[in-house]
């Protein structure tokens, strides 16, 4: 399948699922734009596509997604372009309702749904009429664990928003995947002995035993940005997280 002349921009492309759409639609065929705030990162991980297949067209740049004049720079100097995919984030955010902090909250509105909100108004001018945009809100939209209240608020407003602008910014189409637990450096947070318990215990509670890879992600990804019939889909990503199985 050849789309040599669609471009896709991918803020959040230099790790995790944003790293493994990128590597999945340059194999397709499109031209690719990542982009996340660290250099070194964005460089690391511009070598880490070329490493998997060299001569690709892909290209990087260092924007922050929660800066609206960083945005409009980086848009205005990319032009004219096809596809948006959103993976930026912040990581954490597990904890009671007792023990939140302003801060917390404050960083994680800014982090996850200011920044999906910025970007996309961001993109407006330059993403092209039938083109589309992917957001990633999470599996804890769904559930009602104790300890969820902040990830499942942030998440649930960012698929929430999805829908919205699915019929605001018609007929370009927006779509959502809803993740559940995939082994990406979003966990690095957790020391690596701990890390392991929680994959552990978040793998026990999915249908299919496991958490979940960056690639199967990006696979879920792939099909919103090409099918131009899908939008206004919140697509669930989470090995079946959400269905409550007791193992
Ligand atoms: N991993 C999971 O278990 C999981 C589960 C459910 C949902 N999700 C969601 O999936 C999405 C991708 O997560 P991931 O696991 O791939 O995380 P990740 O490996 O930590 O990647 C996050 C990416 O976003 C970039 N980023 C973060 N804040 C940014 C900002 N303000 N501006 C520009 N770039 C920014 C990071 O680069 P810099 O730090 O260099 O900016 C990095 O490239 C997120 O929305 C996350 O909430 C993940």
Do not use: C
């Not at 964005?42 to 997604?65: M, S, Y």
């Not at 023990?99 to 509105?109: F, G, K, P």
């Not at 099909?223 to 269905?243: I, K």
């Amino acid at each position: 399948m050849a789309h040599t002349s669609e471009r896709v921009v991918i803020l959040g492309g230099t790790s995790g699922i944003g790293l493994a759409t990128a590597d999945l639609l340059l194999d397709r065929g499109y031209e690719v734009v990542i982009a996340g705030r660290n250099e070194e990162r964005l460089t690391q991980a511009l070598k880490t596509l070329d490493t998997r297949t060299p001569g690709r067209p892909v290209t990087g740049k260092a924007v922050d997604a929660t800066d609206s004049e960083q945005l409009a720079a980086l848009f205005t100097e990319l032009g004219a372009f096809d596809h948006l995919v959103i993976t930026v984030t912040r990581n954490g955010g597990f904890t009671s309702l007792a023990d939140l902090e302003a801060d917390e909250v404050r960083r994680h509105s800014e982090g996850k749904l200011l920044a999906h909100l910025l970007t996309v108004q961001a993109a407006l001018g330059t993403l092209r009429g039938d083109g589309s945009v992917t957001l990633v809100g999470a599996v804890s939209a769904q559930l009602s664990a104790p300890g969820l209240v902040l990830l499942g608020a942030m998440n649930s407003a960012v698929e929430s928003a999805s829908r919205i602008l699915a019929a605001e910014l018609a007929p370009r189409r927006v779509n959502a995947v809803s993740p559940g637990v995939i082994e990406t450096p979003w966990w690095d947070w957790i020391p690596e002995e701990a890390r392991a318990d929680t994959l552990a215990g978040a793998a026990a509670a999915t249908a299919v035993g496991r958490p979940g890879r960056a690639e199967e992600v990006a696979h879920a990804i792939g099909f919103l940005v090409e099918n131009a019939y899908v939008t206004g889909v919140v697509l669930p990503v989470d090995g079946g997280a959400r269905l409550n199985v007791q193992r």
